[in-house]
T-cell receptor, first 113, second 117 residues
Framework: KQEVTQIPAALSVPEGENLVLNCSFTDSAIYNLQWFRQDPGKGLTSLLL?????REQTSGRLNASLDKSSGRSTLYIAASQPGDSATYLC????????????FGKGITLSVRP | GAVVSQHPSRVICKSGTSVKIECRSL??????MFWYRQFPKQSLMLMATSNEGSKATYEQGVEKDKFLINHASLTLSTLTVTSAHPEDSSFYIC?????????????FGPGTRLTVL
């Protein structure tokens, strides 16, 4: 059974800082890994998806990497802004397309002006 | 990215009533949709997998007779909470993978806040 861990549960940084959010998973047979953002009381917004054959994906100030052998993924946020404050979740299906996502508990990020 | 909608966004009902929540994929066809429940300050818990044209698959501990799922078309899945009780109050979110995108990226609806009085 896939288990996804995100540590720490909460993070507070000053504006402008570069930061790394970590995600670890137990089953290396991960099909892909997605990073999501959730604002309070809202649904999830897909940020980046890394397929099992890829090692990283970039979108704007965000860069996500995937190392299946070590069971780790990181989300790098460059030049953080107060608008980046949200909960960030990672998740991935194990067996392939259309299989259910296993979520970490998320990291609640607060970027101080 | 693809868009998934949910209706209603918020519902308040009396204990014992049934509530239907709709999940629609607006610009793609979804043979599979997923239903999650999220309690305050907790992560998403998968409740069931909704399969178009066949029965839903429920996760362990989820009562299929209480949480009825119907996936009648390739763009619509419904979750009905029957005889709702206060402990069913939660944030319900659906998702669907877009088969037209590499890696079947999943997209989530905005969620439905259910409050049972």
């Amino acid at each position: 059974k896939q288990e996804v861990t995100q540590i720490p549960a909460a993070l507070s940084v000053p504006e402008g800082e570069n930061l790394v959010l970590n995600c670890s998973f137990t089953d290396s047979a991960i099909y892909n890994l997605q990073w999501f953002r959730q604002d309070p009381g809202k649904g999830l917004t897909s940020l980046l998806l890394i397929q099992s054959s890829q090692r990283e994906q970039t979108s704007g100030r965000l860069n996500a990497s995937l190392d299946k052998s070590s069971g780790r993924s990181t989300l790098y946020i460059a030049a953080s802004q107060p608008g980046d404050s949200a909960t960030y979740l990672c998740a991935g299906p194990v067996t392939g397309a259309n299989s259910k996502l296993t979520f970490g508990k998320g990291i609640t990020l607060s970027v101080r002006p | 990215g693809a868009v998934v909608s949910q209706h209603p966004s918020r519902v308040i009902c009396k204990s014992g009533t049934s509530v239907k929540i709709e999940c629609r994929s607006l610009d793609f066809q979804a043979t599979t949709m997923f239903w999650y429940r999220q309690f305050p300050k907790q992560s998403l818990m998968l409740m069931a997998t909704s399969n178009e044209g066949s029965k839903a698959t429920y996760e362990q501990g989820v009562e299929k007779d209480k949480f009825l799922i119907n996936h009648a078309s390739l763009t619509l899945s419904t979750l009905t909470v029957t005889s709702a009780h206060p402990e069913d109050s939660s944030f319900y979110i659906c998702s669907a993978p877009d088969p037209g995108l590499a890696g079947d990226e999943q997209f989530f609806g905005p969620g439905t806040r259910l409050t049972v009085l």
